[in-house]
């Protein structure tokens, strides 16, 4: 895999990270909010993995799973979507039911337990 990394919006710098290779494409957020740099960066993946610390609204230093929403629309390749890093008081009905409501049908999101496995192709 080659990696490529950008810059997130975030107290601590953290950078978001493609890996990809002549078959696939797969990348990782990290902390932060959504910038231009990143949105590059994401433009080809066929997964995503995003840390999101909301469902709406707006957080300071993180992207909401509607923020994610209005961007991944964009994505034409985008297959598989998990989210990551969810405040704890927030319930997986909850955020279920905002998914199922609003998400694209095609697009697999799901919020991984311990130990899940997903097919990158």
């Known amino acids: 895999f080659n990696l490529t990394f950008a810059p997130t919006i975030h107290p601590s710098d953290p950078y978001s990270i493609k890996f990809e290779n002549s078959t696939s494409s797969f990348a990782f957020s990290s902390d932060g909010k959504l910038t231009e ?7 080809n993946c066929s997964s995503l993995i995003f840390n999101s610390k909301v469902i709406q609204g707006s957080h300071p230093v993180h992207c909401s799973i509607e923020e994610v929403l209005t961007y991944v629309r964009t994505l034409e390749n985008l297959k598989n979507l998990a989210f990551i890093h969810l405040d704890k008081n927030i319930s997986d009905e909850e955020i279920n039911t905002y998914v199922k409501n609003n998400f694209p049908k095609n697009l697999n999101v799901f919020i991984p337990k311990v130990l899940d496995k997903i097919q990158i192709n």
């Open 37 to 43: 740099e990143q949105q590059k960066l994401f433009k």
